[in-house]
């Protein structure tokens, strides 16, 4: 490949960095604030090691209940039918990748052949190519099972991506199936005993979106090195335009993909957006939705070090290998600050409209002043009004204001003054 030369009680959690929520992974019902006081200038490999690994277990937790809902269905369908033999429904076979792979027309083979060379002798973005997702398929080549992504180029002409050619997505090439994206075009492999009807030679194109994602992403990289030599900060307040292509909801904080410039980039959830109890993840981030980002790092390491490439190596799966470079995004910078009117509620003693979002017999009551701000919420004596958990599935609101407010850990206490629509139970009878 080209680039192997080119790596308390008063609030419900504190500011946390935005790559760093590996420990929040085993409650899914603790939420993530996130800096609202900007983003990191710098990001290391470790953090990024900490993103892939919350991208992983996020996926895991959706196929595992994927895979417990197909139980079901299987389990159901086999009592439906006593005469299914589930043993033999479950044998597979895998097909020969010379033999079924689809070659490339005679046509078109100078064509993919002046790609290949035009990169080889300037690794640049313009000599990538565009190539749509169609099929997945594990193959059998090579003496062993192979995990291909079959693609078409804008001219038509097949190439199969390698799991270990899939980059940073190679976990799940399925999700490539329908995208549009930039990939290399590597190699092209002779079919043996293999002639078209005008005796030609007949080849498989192999291809890489590990080879594109290095070269798109060091491109920028290069930009980001040269404007810090500057001492500029251009780069990193530009406004970039990306498009959602997929949404992890859970475990928290949760992680969402955008295309950009051909490539695939991951953010989780507290870069995406302020959060809140009352504006899910899953119905703020919507597949197809065009965002406005800042790209404030990129960090170079190598596919190796990642814990997840390692975990998937021990697993069996064929994996990247050499030179990545992982790109740091948000969204914060365009999105209206809470914190302003949070300060401006405490500055001029207002009086304004929270929501329960918490309730606990230790912790007592938890509200959403504001995107971001989940602060312990007291409740007087004298209001005659009892919030049970069901408050905090509703988020009834509570007025009131706000007696203190720790701004660096996001945390405060929100006095109470009347419950206007009364509390979930009490709206029951």
């Known amino acids: 490949m080209a680039d192997e030369n080119a790596q308390n009680n008063d609030g419900l959690q504190s500011p946390v960095d935005p790559l760093a929520a590996m420990d929040l992974l085993n409650n899914d019902n603790v939420q993530v604030t996130q800096q609202t006081s900007g983003t990191n200038d710098t990001a290391n490999a470790d953090e990024i090691n900490e993103l892939q690994n919350l991208q992983e277990q996020a996926e895991e937790k959706q196929e595992e209940e994927a895979q417990t809902s197909a139980k079901s269905n299987t389990a159901s369908s086999n009592t439906q039918d006593p005469l299914a033999a589930p043993d033999e429904a479950n044998k597979r076979t895998y097909p020969?990748?010379?033999?079924?792979?689809?070659?490339?027309?005679?046509?078109?083979?100078e064509e993919l052949t002046e790609w290949r060379r035009n990169l080889k002798a300037r690794l640049a973005p313009e000599n990538l190519v565009n190539a749509t997702g169609m099929e997945n398929t594990v193959f059998e080549y090579a003496g062993h099972h192979t995990n291909m992504l079959k693609m078409?180029?804008?001219?038509?002409?097949?190439?199969?991506?390698?799991?270990?050619?899939?980059?940073?997505?190679?976990?799940?090439?399925?999700?490539?199936?329908g995208r549009t994206l930039k990939i290399s075009v590597d190699e092209f492999i002779p079919v043996p005993n293999a002639i078209d009807d005008e005796g030609h030679q007949e080849y498989i194109a192999l291809g890489s979106i590990r080879q594109a994602e290095f070269t798109i992403a060091g491109t920028l990289y290069s930009q980001l090195e040269q404007e810090r030599k500057n001492g500029s900060t251009d780069f990193v307040n530009q406004k970039r335009v990306g498009r959602i292509v997929r949404v992890l909801d859970r475990p928290t904080p949760g992680m969402l993909f955008f295309e950009y410039e051909g490539m695939t980039i991951a953010m989780l959830a507290n870069q995406f957006y302020y959060m809140s109890y009352r504006r899910p993840f899953n119905e703020v981030a919507q597949v197809g939705d065009q965002i406005e980002f800042q790209i404030t790092d990129i960090v170079r390491t190598k596919f190796e070090d990642s814990p997840s490439v390692k975990r998937a190596k021990e697993a069996g799966l064929d994996t990247p290998s050499g030179l990545r470079y992982m790109i740091v995004a948000t969204c914060l910078?365009?999105?209206?600050?809470?914190?302003?009117?949070?300060?401006r509620y405490e500055e001029q003693h207002t009086t304004f409209l929270a929501h329960i979002v918490s309730v606990e017999p230790v912790k007592g009551i938890l509200v959403e002043a504001g995107q971001g701000w989940w602060i312990k919420g007291i409740k007087p004596t004298r209001l005659n009004f009892h919030p049970t958990a069901a408050d905090a599935v509703e988020h009834t609101p509570v007025s009131g204001y706000i007696e203190s407010l720790d701004y660096k850990r996001h945390r405060g206490r929100f006095i109470i003054t009347n419950f206007p629509n009364g509390t979930a139970n009490h709206k029951k009878r």
Request: net charge negative; hydrophobic share 30%.
């Open 152 to 177: 078409e180029l804008n001219n038509g002409a097949p190439i199969y991506i390698p799991q270990n050619q899939a980059g940073n997505n190679f976990r799940h090439m399925e999700a490539y199936i």
């Open 333 to 343: 910078p365009f999105r209206e600050n809470p914190d302003e009117r949070i300060r």
């Open 96 to 109: 020969d990748f010379l033999e079924n792979a689809e070659r490339v027309p005679y046509s078109l083979q």
